[in-house]
T-cell receptor, first 114, second 111 residues
Framework: EAGVAQSPRYKIIEKRQSVAFWCNPISGHATLYWYQQILGQGPKLLIQFQNNGVVDDSQLPKDRFSAERLKGVDSTLKIQPAKLEDSAVYLC????????????FGPGTRLTVL | KQEVTQIPAALSVPEGENLVLNCSFTDSAIYNLQWFRQDPGKGLTSLLLIQSSQREQTSGRLNASLDKSSGRSTLYIAASQPGDSATYLCALGTGFQKLVFGTGTRLLVSP
């Protein structure tokens, strides 16, 4: 079974530029999550999708962050414009249907904003 | 708001030692608690999951306990090995399929 795929793995941009991250979850996983992990901290949930609908985006800075999950499979997370404090690892995770609480995480995208 | 704290933030031990990582949380209304391992440049891997009705779970050299009433969980690693070096994160399942993560403990096991 293939794992959660993310790209790019690393990205360096200057502040006020825009950037997009891509995630391909495990096949058949209806629930998809985007997390932000700042250095030295635990991951913080940004947005949760169930199929192609948003379940929770309460911690997503909507003035600059956006996310979509077209067709309920792949997802993209966009930041526009980026700020210095957006430097972090962005993790994508997916969860299989049924009574399980295990999330499967991708390798993450490390973003550096200069 | 649920707050999750892990102590210590970093730990360095010689190979072979038994060690305990701690996780404390403020709200005991949880569905479950998980321990994850995070290696540099890689995603998180779930190690153990304890349902709220359980007191502990074991997998190989790992044992995790949960005391909801005191808001604490511990991860016990027996006979540590250099391959155990990683960051360990506890995460609380708070319902609606969400996880709230702790701050992590960075473990280094020296040969």
């Amino acid at each position: 079974e293939a794992g959660v795929a993310q790209s790019p793995r690393y990205k360096i941009i200057e502040k006020r530029q825009s950037v997009a991250f891509w995630c391909n979850p495990i096949s058949g996983h209806a629930t998809l999550y985007w997390y932000q992990q700042i250095l030295g901290q635990g991951p913080k949930l940004l947005i949760q999708f169930q199929n192609n609908g948003v379940v929770d985006d309460s911690q997503l800075p909507k003035d600059r962050f956006s996310a979509e999950r077209l067709k309920g499979v792949d997802s993209t997370l966009k930041i526009q414009p980026a700020k210095l404090e957006d430097s972090a690892v962005y993790l994508c995770a997916s969860r299989s249907p049924g009574p399980t609480d295990t999330q499967y995480f991708g390798p993450g995208t490390r973003l550096t904003v200069l | 708001k649920q707050e999750v704290t892990q102590i210590p933030a970093a730990l360095s031990v010689p190979e072979g030692e038994n060690l305990v990582l701690n996780c404390s949380f403020t709200d005991s209304a949880i569905y479950n608690l998980q321990w994850f391992r995070q290696d540099p440049g890689k995603g998180l891997t779930s190690l153990l999951l304890i349902q709220s009705s359980q007191r502990e779970q074991t997998s190989g050299r790992l044992n995790a306990s949960l005391d909801k009433s005191s808001g604490r969980s511990t991860l016990y690693i027996a006979a540590s090995q250099p391959g155990d070096s990683a960051t360990y994160l506890c995460a609380l399942g708070t319902g609606f399929q969400k996880l709230v993560f702790g701050t992590g403990t960075r473990l280094l096991v020296s040969p």
